[in-house]
């Protein structure tokens, strides 16, 4: 499986953005996918994650609310869409996925896959 990340960008605090993931290859539409992101000096951290179906998603608490992940199978991508964001939201944000299902999608070592990173830089 590749994956391609896109849509990052500078925007100010306020402002929305939608990432997108894009899956190719074997399996590329099956099993969950994430969204991780890792600022300057810091360690990668959970963002948000989707399963499979769609039907459930889960959030870091710094992002319910702000953020909503989607997914469509038939284009086999993932969006996140970033509402209201804040300087505290900048990061490389990159997508990831498994190669099974039933995993925890909010772990990083659950997750095979790694798309190359989109830089989101939000000023205030």
């Known amino acids: 499986v590749q994956l391609q990340a896109c849509g990052g960008g500078l925007v100010q605090a306020g402002d929305s953005l939608t990432l997108s993931c894009a899956a190719s290859?074997?399996?590329?539409?099956?099993?969950?996918v994430g969204w991780f992101r890792q600022a300057p000096g810091k360690e990668r951290e959970f963002v948000a994650a989707t399963s499979w179906s769609g039907r459930t998603s889960y959030y870091a608490d710094s992002v319910k609310g702000r953020f909503t992940i989607s997914r469509d199978n038939a284009d086999n991508t993932v969006y996140l869409q970033m509402n209201s964001l804040q300087p505290g939201d900048t990061a490389v944000y990159y997508c990831a996925k498994p190669e099974v299902y039933g995993i925890d999608l909010m772990q990083e070592s659950s997750h095979s896959y790694w798309g190359q990173g989109t830089q989101v830089t939000v000023s205030s």
């Open positions: 290859g074997r399996d590329a539409s099956n099993y969950g």
